[in-house]
């Protein structure tokens, strides 16, 4: 009968074989779904359990709501205008931001995280990143801003914008002489071949160039339409420099111990409250590592007195999740975490009783309903952050809202290449920026590779040794290199 089942159509089907039986039509349905989805191969030992739990609204301390437990986090789109001469068309969003975000909100998210947003044009994390900065502002870029809120919004999600500064992990091609907390440089192979050599802020500087700017950024937000702003403070961005005793060598006020480390956060949050008060509704979070995985980097404890600053002071939401662009830790570093699917799990369990009132939320590494149920149930998080999930299903909230699959695809890639799968999510956002959903038939799977096929994956590695080769050529000639691999 199952293969039958694949032919029709749901409530047909259901009909036909249950005439009176309205529960068994609607089960009949919904594996009736799984099975004409299973073109995408999933985690075969996928339990299919309820996924009730997950579709729990979520209340932030300054009142407003999430539809469910779900949050899109944020990634790197490198799509925006680049135009440093130009400030008024630096740093647009593109058409293809707003398709990209046309297909995500309409995946039934209760929270939709931007790629990030730079708060300065100078110190970019890439070439194509968008940005908001007071010489560039114009009617066009807060009309682009707005329309990327909107188009977040479509099934009821809540729009954050990330607000960034890369700091001294500034591209090379993009800045030779990036500020830092510190003139501690970025540690490469060789040194030099994709970040300079930063310049440490000084204490007026702190001011001027980083909390003003971020300020300006979060309220700009407000004004376009966003329901609120995500502080990147992980991955080394420039608000980690900060937090890191790896990276602050500092001896004023922002360096030393962890309270004066975590200092310009704590005064960036402030000073946008007193622009963008609690009680408009707006959220402020922050996205933080649980752990740095570094000698003399930040560690569980250290995470653990940060969040606990944050909560005192009022943070909406935190985002935990771990590593630096010196230790990419997107990948399970022990046996146990493997279990319960969440690289940071055993550390946000150790973070999370120090939030009374500042939601959580944990990303990286779910893939299986059960396993996001089992976090939510322990208490180990209250949200669940999707990241690559996303770009190769922008639509999974939905699909398992409805429970109509058990869990993420499953990908065809070597589990230890880490690189490659997340170049192979740049490579889904670049697909999914191509059509609006209207001009996809509605469709927002409409040109996503499907990386569970291992002829596709083949062919995507062979795409990126073109990618690398070409890379080479133009940093010997002196052009940036392309970083986005483009499959047709």
């Known amino acids: 009968m199952a293969g039958k089942i694949s032919f029709f159509c749901g409530h047909d089907l259901a009909a036909y074989i249950f005439p009176t039986s309205r529960s068994c039509a609607l089960e009949v349905f919904r594996i009736s779904i799984i099975l004409l989805t299973m073109t995408l191969q999933r985690f075969p030992n996928a339990a299919i359990v309820s996924s009730k739990i997950l579709g729990e609204k979520l209340k932030f301390p300054n009142g407003r709501t999430a539809a469910n437990r779900f949050m899109k986090a944020a990634m790197t789109e490198r799509l925006s205008t680049y135009d440093p001469q130009n400030p008024k068309k630096h740093g647009l969003p593109t058409k293809e931001i707003l398709n990209i975000y046309d297909k995500w909100g309409r995946g039934e998210y ?5 790629g990030n947003v730079v708060v300065d044009p100078t110190n970019l994390e890439a070439i194509g990143n968008a940005i908001i900065f007071e010489e560039g502002d114009s009617e066009e870029r807060r ?9 977040m919004k479509h099934d009821g999600a809540l729009a954050i914008m990330q607000l960034s500064h890369a700091g001294r992990q500034s591209s090379i091609w993009v800045n030779r002489t990036p500020f830092g907390a ?13 970040y300079g050599k930063p310049i440490a802020l000084t204490t007026e500087q702190i001011k001027t160039e980083v909390v003003d700017r971020f300020v300006y950024a979060a309220k700009y937000a407000y004004e376009c339409g966003f329901d609120g702003i995500q502080l990147h403070g992980a991955h080394g961005y420039l608000l980690t420099q900060f937090t890191s005793p790896t990276t602050n060598n500092r001896t004023d006020k922002y360096g030393g111990s962890l309270e004066n480390r975590n200092r310009v956060i704590i005064e960036i949050y402030e000073a946008i409250r007193r622009e963008v008060p609690e009680s408009t509704g707006f959220l402020v979070g922050i996205k933080s590592n649980s752990k740095e995985f570094q000698e003399k980097g930040t560690t569980v404890n250290d995470a653990r007195d940060l969040c606990a600053a944050y909560e005192k002071h009022g943070f909406d939401f935190v985002e935990l999740t771990g590593g630096t662009a010196e230790k990419y830790v997107f990948a399970h570093e022990r046996e146990s975490t493997k279990i319960r699917e969440a690289f940071f799990v055993e550390f946000a ?6 939030f009374k ?3 959580l939320y944990l990303t990286g590494g779910f893939r299986t309903v059960g396993a996001m149920i089992d976090a939510v149930e322990k208490n180990t998080t209250q949200g669940i952050g999707l990241a690559r999930p996303a770009t190769a299903e922008p639509d999974l909230p939905k699909k398992i809202l409805n429970g109509s699959v058990p869990s993420a695809v499953k990908d065809a890639f070597n589990p230890n290449d880490m690189i490659k799968q997340i170049m192979a999510s740049g490579s889904q956002i670049e697909q999914m920026g191509r059509k609006s959903v209207e001009d996809a038939g509605g469709d927002v799977m409409d040109q996503i590779s499907d990386y569970s096929d291992p ?3 083949e062919l995507f590695i062979q795409a990126t040794y073109k990618l690398f080769e070409d890379g080479k050529k133009a940093a010997m000639a002196g052009k940036a290199p392309k970083t986005v691999v483009v499959m047709e």
Do not use: F, H
């Open 110 to 114: 209760g929270m939709i995280i931007t």
């Open 143 to 151: 009309s682009l801003y707005a329309q990327w809120a909107k188009n």
């Open 182 to 194: 510190s003139d501690i440089e970025l540690k490469t192979d060789p040194p030099g071949t994709m």
């Open 455 to 457: 002829k596709m994956v």
């Open 357 to 359: 009132n500042t939601v």
């Open 349 to 354: 369990d150790a973070i999370r009783p120090v």
